[in-house]
Every structure is written in structure tokens, then in C-alpha cells.
């Protein structure tokens, strides 16, 4: 009986190794999420610094109010989100991810902030996590 357990517990071992293995997040991934959520800590801090003075964002070449710092900070947090769900590899991070980033990219377009340097970004993370989508669960 206690042989029977022994290989069983063996079993279940070897199956949760092959798992990790299987499900071992990828160094690109883990980059890109350590450093958007560096940006995303920056981007509080700024949304936080600009709910003080709006006058800060003239500085900046920007005229910005109130309305706008708050949703900087609430798709920040959005984002922040969907960036633990890609950092534990799981599926709806990776679909809520890309799909906040292209709600981003089309609101900053209309209200013209559109920045060429994030969009190439944004769209560097989109491929990333696309590319990686299959590893996912």
C-alpha cells in the first residue's frame, strides 16, 4: 500500500513539474511587465502631482484638467491589473491588457495626446503578449 502511495505522490510530483515547466513565464514577459509597472508607478505619481496644480501640466506643454489626472490614475490601476494578470500568465490579463492599451491609444487620439513614443510601446507589449498568448492559461 505504501509503495502504491509512494508512486502516486511521485506521479503528482513529475505532473506539477511538467506544469511549471509548461507555464514558466518567459524573460521578455517579465521585463516588459517590471518595467511597465515601473511606468505605471510614475504615472500615479504624476496624475498625483498634477491633482495638486494643474498649472504643472502647462510646464509640460500640456493644458490639463482636474478630469484628466483621474483618468490617468483609474487606467493606471486598469492597467495594473491586467499587468498581474499577465505576470501570473493568465489569459484575461493578456486579452484586458490589449484591449485598455487600444482604448489608450484611440482616447489620446481624439483628444490629441496621442505621443509617438508610447504608441510604439504600447504596440511592442501588444506583440509581445500576443506572441506569448499560447503559453497562457
Not at 34 to 61: E, N
Request: net charge positive; hydrophobic share 55%; charged share 15%.
Amino acid at each position: 500500500m505504501e509503495q502504491q502511495q509512494k508512486t502516486f505522490e511521485e506521479i503528482m510530483r513529475e505532473e506539477f513539474a511538467q506544469q511549471d515547466r509548461a507555464n514558466k513565464r518567459p524573460t521578455i514577459i517579465t521585463v516588459m511587465c517590471v518595467l511597465r509597472f515601473t511606468g505605471l508607478i510614475l504615472v500615479l505619481i504624476y496624475a498625483l502631482w498634477l491633482m495638486q496644480d494643474p498649472l504643472i501640466g502647462q510646464f509640460a506643454g500640456q493644458f490639463t484638467s482636474n478630469w484628466y489626472a483621474y483618468f490617468m490614475i483609474v487606467m493606471a490601476v486598469a492597467n495594473g491589473i491586467a499587468l498581474m494578470g499577465i505576470w501570473q500568465m493568465k489569459k484575461w490579463g493578456a486579452y484586458s491588457y490589449i484591449a485598455l492599451l487600444t482604448f489608450q491609444l484611440f482616447f489620446a487620439l481624439i483628444i490629441g495626446r496621442l505621443s509617438a513614443v508610447a504608441g510604439i510601446a504600447d504596440f511592442i507589449c501588444v506583440f509581445i503578449t500576443f506572441f506569448h498568448l499560447d503559453k497562457m492559461r
